[in-house]
């Protein structure tokens, strides 16, 4: 995980939330194991969230965001964890935390939309119990554990409870949408952009691209729904 205080402007993060939003219609599921013992999954409602701005959507032409984030900044590392267990860094390729997709975290649970307002409570909940069983069997939080540690609560929580595995879904569909609308993202997919096709069919993706894209998903236990 960059220990880098990254701070993107939130037009970007802005950009990526539409993105994931226009593609929730078709949002991915992980396949996970029987059902584990582990700790009561946290039943908590946050805070409902107020301040000026809320419940107003943005000029995306201005530079600032009407609402407020609401992740805490211990919540925050322990985003930007859970971003960098689901989508480590490989290669060229940098981790989710190195260009922000935990922010982007922060902005899609602070949106005034219900959605957001739902994922809020299953993402906040979530963070506590890995935080909870982090300390429980090392001692330390969940940001400062190493990897194969981080996967191992990571995957406990999708077997927990059915808030678990919703948590993790949710987490999976927020760390790879925006990952894959940052600039890096779509990079490492090959995407060259819009590129005018003047034949009357449209080709399609091409077979490497599909094969990349399905080798992610496999890589993150996900399928599409």
């Known amino acids: 995980m960059s220990s880098d205080p990254?701070?993107?402007?939130?037009?970007?993060?802005l950009k990526w939330m539409l993105a994931a939003m226009a593609a929730a219609s078709a949002p991915v599921q992980g396949a996970y194991a029987a059902q584990a013992p582990a700790s009561p999954w946290p039943g908590t409602s946050p805070t409902p969230v107020t301040g000026p701005g809320y419940g107003t959507d943005p000029n995306l032409l201005e530079p600032v965001v009407p609402w407020s984030k609401?992740?805490?900044?211990?919540?925050?590392?322990?985003?930007?964890?859970?971003c960098d267990t689901i989508l480590p860094a490989e290669g060229q390729w940098p981790a989710p935390s190195a260009i922000g997709i935990h922010q982007f975290v922060d902005e899609w649970v602070s949106a005034?939309?219900?959605?957001?307002?739902t994922d809020r409570a299953t993402i906040v909940n979530g963070f506590a119990w890995i935080d909870a069983q982090a300390q429980a069997r090392h001692g330390a939080t969940y940001a400062t554990l190493d990897e194969a540690k981080r996967s191992l609560i990571l995957a406990d929580a999708a077997k927990a409870d059915g808030g678990g595995r919703e948590f993790v879904?949710?987490?999976?569909?927020?760390?790879?949408?925006?990952?894959?609308?940052?600039?890096?993202?779509?990079e490492e997919l090959g995407y060259v952009g819009n590129v005018p096709i003047t034949d009357s069919d449209y080709p399609g993706p091409t077979p490497e691209a599909m094969a990349h894209l399905k080798g992610v998903l496999?890589?993150?236990n996900l399928k599409l729904a």
């Open 169 to 186: 879904d949710r987490m999976k569909f927020l760390t790879a949408g925006a990952y894959y609308t940052s600039e890096k993202g779509i």
């Open 6 to 13: 990254l701070n993107l402007d939130r037009r970007v993060t």
């Open 70 to 82: 609401t992740l805490s900044t211990a919540e925050l590392a322990t985003a930007a964890a859970v």
């Open 112 to 117: 005034p939309y219900p959605q957001h307002h």
């Open 218 to 220: 496999l890589s993150l």
